[in-house]
């Protein structure tokens, strides 16, 4: 099975360039505001897109993707209706991978089939949930990867050499490796250690390595780009995205600009990275 | 529910944490080593005579154990019906039961050489008692609390920082106990190198439900000793109060496996089941949240739901799995007390045995006052009190004043 995120990284591998990720919380702030950001991605240059699913009790982001999520709940958003976020999406984009990235609880509730049904034919390709590790493969990851989906783990300055197989076992897609021990919105992990933690990484899977948690800037992402196979951006878009709302916390004009603006600024900065040589 | 009976009810959970569908470990990767550490290290010290040897010591003369198993005379006499005991967490240092499961775990922080220990807490006596330990061991101290309990439960706050912790009110969410637990395991990913999380209840991801249990069941097995002495039997009913459930389950685990002993966890119906409330089985279903599958209490989207008590020790959405699997598996009655019944019983206890108890064993006592009249008086029924009015004084005191004026 290959997903459009393995075509994507397949293609950008042919062309020497790390991958852009970008990361927002569906619904942020309302569905159709949400739904223009998510169409203005691509073209501002996000390679893969991360599209955050709402829930009340985020216990590994931080202030920022927690507001953001609240943000969306408080406007009705719901796992159902992100699903049809996904769905308008793909009327105009069959290529960019998408990715859910959330905790398992709506999922659960929603019940697994049911979702991994709805989110194939809605046009996800991956999942990254963040309270499921391998212990728990048999909730989601295994159904996960039956149903076509890629199934994207998170690996952390905590995963050691000898967890890591444990971890990569039934991951696929790409590995997410969390910069730092912490949250969402932290301080931001130096590059030198990434790159030491990539390569130790890729001692153990060809899977492509994307870093993320910490970056905000350009010059960050591409200090990250030199070392990784890409690099993720979510708190400091979400943060652009609030700043540009009105007093009420409602979309303004500006909004999809805010969002699409930082975009395009960070993929230059990824753009501009040395790849290293394989 | 058809659910089989297993041989015992004693012998969960299995190697990954489950008591039936219940439990697990459903943690970010980044907490998934430490948590597996965790587990190795309290199965080392389980089978490390001098660990045990040690904790009975500090039980014995800094904790003021055992806990008399005290008979009720007068509260007896006015409902009619069965002889009540009440088990006296509430004299335990500290004020409550939450003590005997920081002390357990504050032994195997020291036994991993973890330095700093951050902790939740709701009515804040987990909190108490984890900054006691802390200052008695001379570790670092921080916990978690709700903004919204910071305010109604000011002596907590005031005697933590007096023991030399730090308080960092919560101001996400529903700014309660569910928040502070977020927040707790937001400063755990992050401070994964030097700190250990003292959870105070039978929740969080495996091994915490099953260690926590296990240092709380000095609490029944004290009280089916002392029974044997006064009475010469098993009690006949045990009755506790539930937030997460760890005083309950410290009554109950080493009961489960008497069939003649009846058990019930009283959970707050805060306004009411159908206002806002805080009793997960009541008025949940399973879904999973801070590490476990348990009932919750959450809309149709799996969005969890702000719990509301007037005791901020049961205000919390959640309630540890093991309870969960004993109401699916129909071991344990749950039932479930308002704040109206849990604040009539705080003055009737106070007023007939002079022990102002807790708001949160109140809503126990609240269901004695139902069950324990249709007993007869040869039935013994046990009461955890599982800790002291204090910490309630003030917030009881306006709520009363008001409604008298
Ligand atoms: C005195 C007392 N009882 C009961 C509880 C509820 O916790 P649990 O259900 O874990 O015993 C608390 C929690 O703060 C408490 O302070």
Known sequence: MTTRIDTRFAELKKAGRSAFVTYVMAGDPDLATSLDIVKALPKAGADVIELGIPFTDPMADGPSIQAAGLRALKNGMTLKKTLGLVRDFRKDDNVTPLVLMGYYNPIYIYGVDKFLADAKTAGVDGLIIVDLPPEEDDELCIPALKAGLNFIRLATPTTDDKRLPAVLANTSGFVYYVSIAGITGAAAADANAVGEAVARIKRHTKLPICVGFGIRTPEAARGIAEKADGSVVGTALVDALKNSLDAEGRATAKTVNAVAELTAALAQGVKGAKVAAE | ?405
């Open chain 2, 1 to 405: 529910m058809n659910v089989a009976k297993p041989n015992s009810y004693r012998s969960g959970p299995d190697d990954r944490g489950h008591f039936g569908i219940f439990g697990g470990r459903f943690v970010a990767e980044t907490l998934m080593p430490l948590i597996l550490d965790l587990e190795k290290a309290y199965t080392a010290a389980k089978a490390d005579p001098t660990f045990q040897t040690e904790m009975n010591g500090y039980l014995t003369h800094y904790v003021g154990r055992p806990s008399p198993l005290y008979f009720a005379e007068r509260l007896t006499e006015h409902l009619g019906g069965a002889k009540i005991y009440l088990k006296r967490e509430e004299l335990n240092h500290t004020g409550s039961h939450k003590v005997n499961n920081v002390l357990g775990q504050i032994m195997l922080a020291r036994r991993m050489g973890k330095k700093r220990i951050i902790a939740e807490t709701g009515a804040g006596q987990h909190g108490v008692a984890t900054a006691t330990l802390c200052a008695r061991f001379g570790l670092e101290c921080v916990v978690y609390m709700g903004a919204v309990d910071v305010e109604r439960q000011q002596p907590n706050v005031i005697r933590m920082e007096m023991l030399g912790a730090t308080v960092v009110p919560v101001q996400s969410g529903t700014r309660t106990l569910k928040d502070a637990m977020n927040e707790a395991l937001r400063d755990w990913v992050t401070n994964v190198h030097n700190t250990f999380y003292c959870i105070g209840t039978v929740a969080g991801p495996h091994p915490y439900p099953t260690l926590v249990r296990d240092f709380q069941s000095i609490i029944g097995n004290e009280t089916r000793t002392q029974m044997q002495e006064v009475e010469g039997r098993l009690p006949d009913s045990l009755v506790a109060c539930i937030g997460g459930g760890s005083n309950a389950m410290g009554l109950f685990h080493p009961f489960l496996d008497d069939p003649s002993v009846e058990i019930f966890g009283v959970e707050a119906a805060g306004h009411g089941l159908t206002q806002l409330h805080a009793a997960s089985i009541a008025g949940g279903r399973p879904g999973v949240l801070h590490g476990n599958r348990t009932y919750l209490l959450m809309d149709a989207d799996g969005q969890i739901q702000d719990a509301h008590s007037i005791s901020a020790g049961l205000d919390y959405p959640g309630i540890g799995p093991e309870h969960s699997w004993l109401h699916e598996i129909g071991r344990v009655n749950y039932l479930s007390a308002t704040d109206d019944e849990a604040l009539a019983a705080f003055q009737l206890l106070s007023r007939l045995e002079g022990i102002i108890p807790a708001l949160e064993p109140a809503h126990a006592i609240a269901k004695v006052m139902e069950l324990a009249p249709k007993r007869p008086r040869d039935h013994l029924m046990v009461v955890n009190l599982s800790g002291r009015g204090d910490k309630d004084v003030p917030q009881v005191g306006d709520i009363l004043r008001g409604k008298s004026k």
